[in-house]
């Protein structure tokens, strides 16, 4: 599968702190790749310098074979490219049908996807007319990840979408992941190594601002040195333990 997006060797800066030095990884098309690493390793800003919100200083990075670096996060997304942000940034106080209405990139987006939404999360259809502040963490999830589908994106930079929720619910995000990854790429950063774990098929370690491993997801998952190495005990063996969905 050739390549959807390609970061080659990029250097960030936020104020005047270096925060990436180097980063690289390719994601194929039609792959689930997973971006990991430590709290603080740049894992987010990776995702914020894709997309234009922070843009590199140096480096390439190429979407389907075009480069994209120094265009504006607008010209970016509008290539279609979707970013689900960390901590579920949803319009409280709007319904699910209006948060989803205003992601349409053009008129008439909404009609097009909203069979594909509502079979992945079947939730949203049910709280349709819900302002977005009543639903739980996890279906709040679900619409952060639905408001990147509205437009035809053909790529998903989805960031730490398992955070503060309950295993049963991070289930749920699982299956709908990996049903929407037959319409999209997804290039997934996520801390709770086995939710990444079932879902990558590629992954790539973060480590202080560089990319320093990278391989086939089945292989990292028996290599205990590695994992404990760059993501830390935490993550090898038993599942990292979300923390209780916060309830609304
Ligand atoms: N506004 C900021 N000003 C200064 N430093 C920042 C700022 N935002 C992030 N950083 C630093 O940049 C580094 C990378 O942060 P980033 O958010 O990309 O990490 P991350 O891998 O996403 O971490 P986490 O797992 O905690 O979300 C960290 O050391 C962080 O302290
Ligand atoms: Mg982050």
Redesign the pocket.
């Known amino acids: 599968m050739p390549n959807i997006l390609e970061v080659d060797g990029i250097h960030t800066f936020?104020?005047q702190?270096h925060?990436?030095e180097g980063v690289s990884l390719a994601v194929p098309q039609g792959s689930i790749t997973a971006l990991l690493?430590?709290?603080?390793?740049?894992?987010?800003?990776?995702?914020?310098s894709i997309m234009g919100l922070n843009p590199p200083r140096e480096g390439a990075i190429r979407y389907a074979g075009e480069p994209i670096q120094g265009k504006t996060a607008f010209q970016i997304a509008a290539k279609g490219i979707g970013y689900v942000p960390?901590y579920r940034a949803i319009f409280r106080a709007l319904t699910v049908e209006e948060n989803l209405k205003i992601a349409e990139r053009q008129k008439g987006d909404l009609a097009k996807r909203s069979d594909l939404i509502f079979e992945l999360f079947p939730d949203l259809k049910r709280f349709y007319r819900l302002p977005g502040g009543q639903l739980s963490g996890g279906q709040q999830q679900m619409l952060a990840i639905a408001r990147a589908l509205v437009p035809d994106n053909r790529l998903l930079l989805v960031?730490?979408p398992s955070e503060g929720l309950a295993p049963i619910i991070i289930e749920a995000i699982v299956a709908a992941l990996r049903q929407l990854a037959s319409h999209a790429t997804v290039l997934l950063?996520e801390?709770n190594f086995r939710m990444a774990s079932m879902l990558a098929d590629r992954y790539y370690i973060?480590d202080?601002?560089q990319s320093v491993h990278s391989g086939q997801m089945a292989d990292l998952v028996n290599d205990r040195p590695l994992i404990t190495k760059y993501l830390g005990a935490g993550y090898a063996g038993t599942p990292v333990t979300p923390t209780p969905e916060r309830s609304n």
């Open positions: 936020i104020g702190f925060i990436l690493g430590r709290n603080g390793a740049g894992k987010t800003t990776t995702l914020r960390e960031d730490e950063v801390q973060l202080d601002g």
